[in-house]
């Protein structure tokens, strides 16, 4: 059965950064106290070094501390009231035109897992793989994630996948935008890429790409 990816960062939402509009959304809910800023300032001097310029896609370490249950709480909020209307419109018509296919739909991106499956509830998407967060018991840790789904990782995990799911990937479409997923794109059979920059237009059209514009 064919396969359609949909990644949730950048080419089902079009918006800022995910990790970071909720950073704010639970920093108005006075969920972000001093002590989560000096966190995730201190990630980023001690992190800048490892991860560069990726450092802040790096840093959820504010959520250290946080019980696990209430952040699934303040998420489902900003998924529902927040997230659902920054769906392209274009990517509405996609998942309903695969899900009347009878297309194994999969969401997947580097914003935390926990966000990645209410989102995947809201849309009747039963499979999804994201970023893991650090967390012990029932709290969330100031570290690192311990998996962070982007670039080569991101289509490690979706070639695992696939494979469980015994989906070819030659037959698997997969809405994309951002140049970190080039190893994903290679590694399945029908990209799509979403409103891409002039770069990985140029790309898509030499390589015969489709192309979804102007969402």
């Known amino acids: 059965m064919p ?11 079009s918006g800022p950064p995910i990790p970071a509009m909720f950073y704010d959304f639970m920093k108005r809910r006075r969920m972000v ?6 966190q ?10 490892r991860y560069r310029s990726d450092v802040t896609r790096y840093n959820l370490a504010w959520l250290g501390g946080m019980r696990r249950a209430d952040v ?3 998420a489902e909020a900003f998924v529902k009231r927040k997230l659902i209307d920054m769906i392209r419109p274009e990517m509405w018509d996609r998942l309903d035109r695969h899900r009347m296919a009878g297309d194994t739909l999969i969401l997947v ?3 935390p897992s926990f966000m ?11 499979l999804q793989r994201g970023t893991i967060c650090a967390y012990l018991g029932n709290l969330y840790l100031s570290a690192p994630p311990t998996r962070f789904l982007r670039g ?5 995990a ?9 989906i070819d990937p030659d037959e698997t479409v997969a809405y994309l935008r951002d140049a970190a997923d080039l190893p994903l794109m290679n590694a399945i059979g029908k990209p799509v890429l979403v409103s891409p920059n002039r770069a990985m237009h140029k790309l898509a059209k030499a390589r015969g790409w489709d192309l979804i514009e102007n969402y």
């Open 40 to 49: 995730r300032r201190w990630f980023f001097l001690r992190y800048l070094i």
């Open 33 to 38: 106290r001093a002590r989560h800023v000096w």
């Open 109 to 111: 991106g580097e914003s």
């Open 158 to 166: 979706i070639s695992d996948l696939l494979s469980e799911q015994r």
């Open 72 to 74: 699934d709480v303040f």
């Open 116 to 126: 990645l499956e209410l989102m995947a509830r809201e849309l009747d998407i039963s």
């Open 152 to 156: 080569d990782e991101k289509a490690r």
């Open 3 to 13: 396969a359609a990816i949909f990644d949730f960062d950048s080419a089902l939402i």
